[in-house]
């Protein structure tokens, strides 16, 4: 086994401290990884609370990761000793059902092995990116473009391509009307992505104080959701919205800003289940949609699309015993705009 060291929370709700524990001996196709960064999920924190259920103790989060190859299996043969890599939100996947045939991975029906909180092919519990040394099959390893900093990619492994994968699906590009909910660590990558595929992005909050940062983001537009006029000028003009948000809210309220035919589709997971008249929906047509990250070809499709076009998330970079206060302050809403975990310092 190959020991490393990390930080996990050892029962629901605690907080995370140093943990000690055991990755699996590398079998012939995988390789070991030194973990870089990691970026902080808001997924995380919803599994150290055990706020979904199904969460198994101790849990080592991380989903984010950012890496250099340490060593390959006998048969590894896509990296390199020292090649930087990016690890996203699961490690394993069945291969052969019809969503893993297809690139879909995050879709698998016959067996997705999560980065954390999943029960691995050797019947271990898979531990997260909060942690110095990871070890995983090189297939399901991405490759990072050479000229973005490496915490900054970090979140375009979950904030990133869980915005991308629906801009793409809903084909955004140039002349699209794209409204982002929410300016948060999904809702900055969201406006990034939209903005840089040519699209006239405004972005809808409560916070006044983000109407700035989304113009320098690339958002053309701005609308505070308590105001009243402000919405009615959106009335049925946009194509598609992100929906980031992860507090409850009332979706009615941003549906009937759509056009005919347009779409919102949920990234954000709020705890309590979401309320949708029908008359929101029947009246244009409009389309209620959902999206989970993206397989091994769109994440990779992403981080080249970020490498052209220059693109990494906004970061914070803080170290493994802060992480504790990084999540009290990513509940408030008090970071710009992802916590960022720097495990060299485990060292």
């Not at 490759?143 to 979950?158: G, H, Q, S, T, Y």
């Amino acid at each position: 086994m190959i020991e490393t060291k990390g930080y996990a929370a050892m029962k629901a709700g605690g907080p995370l401290e140093p943990f000690s524990f055991s990755r699996r001996e590398l079998a012939p196709n995988d390789i070991l990884v030194e973990i870089l960064y990691c970026g902080i999920c808001h997924s995380d924190i919803h599994q150290v609370k055990n706020e979904w259920g199904g969460a198994t103790f101790p849990l080592v989060p991380g989903h984010e990761i950012v890496g250099r190859v340490l060593k390959g299996g006998s048969q590894a043969k896509r990296f390199a000793v020292g090649d930087a890599v990016g690890i996203g939100c699961f490690v394993d996947s069945c291969g052969t059902c019809e969503s893993c045939r297809e690139g879909l991975q995050q879709y698998c029906t016959g067996g997705l092995v999560w980065t954390y909180n999943s029960k691995d092919r050797d019947g271990n519990m898979t531990q997260g990116g909060y942690s110095r040394k990871i070890v995983i099959r090189e297939d399901y390893a991405l490759e990072i473009p050479r000229n973005l900093p490496l915490e900054r990619v970090a979140p375009l492994l979950c904030a990133g391509i869980t915005t991308y994968s629906p801009l793409r699906r809903f084909k955004v590009g140039k002349g699209s009307r794209v409204g982002v909910m929410g300016l948060g660590g999904l809702g900055h990558m969201a406006v990034k992505l939209a903005s840089r595929m040519g699209a006239d992005v405004t972005v809808l909050s409560h916070s006044p104080n983000k109407e700035a940062d989304s113009r320098v983001l690339g958002a053309t537009g701005f609308v505070r959701t308590n105001d009243s006029g402000g919405m009615a000028r959106l009335s049925e003009t946009l194509d598609v919205m992100i929906d980031t948000i992860s507090a409850p809210h009332d979706p009615n309220l941003y549906l009937g800003l759509l056009k005919r035919d347009g779409a919102m589709v949920l990234v954000g997971v709020p705890e309590a289940p979401l309320s949708v008249h029908a008359f929101s929906l029947i009246g244009r047509r409009r389309n209620l949609t959902a999206s989970l990250i993206g397989g091994l070809p769109e994440t990779q499709e992403l981080l080249d699309f970020c490498g052209r076009e220059g693109i990494g998330a906004d970061v914070e970079v803080i170290s493994p015993s802060e992480v504790n206060k990084a999540y009290e302050r990513t509940l408030s809403g008090d970071v710009r705009y992802r916590f960022v975990i720097d495990m060299r310092s485990l060292d």
